[in-house]
Antibody, heavy 121, light 109 residues
Framework: EVQLVESGGGLVQPGGSLRLSCAASGFTFSNYWIHWVRQAPGKGPVWVSRINSDGSSTSYADSVKGRFTISRDNAKTTLWLQMNSLRAEDTAVYYCARGDARLPWSTFDIWGQGTMVTVSS | QSALTQPPSASGSPGQSVTISCTGTSSDIAGYNYVSWYQHHPGKAPKLMIYEVTKRPSGVPDRFSGSKSGNTASLTVSGLQAEDEADYYC?????????FGGGTKLTVL
């Protein structure tokens, strides 16, 4: 079964750090771009970051640039999001999502169930 | 405030059709044919329903269809079924990133 499973969310104080993981299975992980998308409570999703298939290219939303780092290990079929200097507005469910093989920059064909990140004192 | 505008709610009776709109700008929906629609049952993984404005992934019923006119995209669900009750989100490529709508809660009466 094609699957993405996020983990690592939790409660963290403002200014703190957290590292999210996304474990992939059921497909050739190294062939696909992977994205992080977050959704604050009661709001629509927001694209956060993406990494290309071999990890050589990354991109970030302006709101997280310089604070978040996306990385991957294709041998371990795992993606990470290192989140530093966290703010209250980073509170959200974080999803990893696979970029479609033909349209990796625009279409997310597989999503995980998400992991909740709460930034609060 | 989401980049794309959707109505917060929509509803219809079983068997009826309902259309959900998604309004953007020339920088996203009007500028690219990369509009997608996602179905999300709370607590589950979102599911891709429509991509490239009108295309359906394998396994998505043909009751779901998409269209676009100018800066507004639409998702139509025909022959409503109970399991269609969910949140629906539109998205569009915007040249550097992907932007989403705020979501529409579809209720099957």
């Amino acid at each position: 079964e094609v699957q993405l499973v996020e983990s690592g969310g939790g409660l963290v104080q403002p200014g703190g750090s957290l590292r999210l993981s996304c474990a992939a299975s059921g497909f050739t992980f190294s062939n696909y771009w992977i994205h992080w998308v977050r959704q604050a409570p009661g709001k629509g999703p927001v694209w956060v970051s993406r990494i290309n298939s071999d990890g050589s290219s990354t991109s970030y939303a302006d709101s997280v640039k310089g604070r978040f780092t996306i990385s991957r290990d294709n041998a371990k079929t795992t993606l990470w999001l290192q989140m530093n200097s966290l703010r209250a507005e980073d509170t959200a469910v974080y999803y990893c999502a696979r970029g479609d093989a033909r349209l990796p920059w625009s279409t997310f064909d597989i999503w995980g169930q998400g992991t909740m990140v709460t930034v609060s004192s | 405030q989401s980049a794309l505008t959707q109505p917060p709610s929509a509803s219809g009776s079983p068997g009826q059709s309902v259309t959900i709109s998604c309004t953007g700008t020339s920088s996203d929906i009007a500028g690219y044919n990369y509009v997608s629609w996602y179905q999300h049952h709370p607590g589950k993984a979102p599911k891709l329903m429509i991509y490239e404005v009108t295309k359906r992934p394998s396994g998505v019923p043909d009751r779901f269809s998409g269209s676009k006119s100018g800066n507004t995209a639409s998702l139509t669900v025909s022959g409503l079924q109970a399991e269609d009750e969910a949140d629906y989100y539109c998205s569009s490529y915007a040249g550097y990133n992907v932007v989403f709508g705020g979501g529409t809660k579809l209720t099957v009466l």
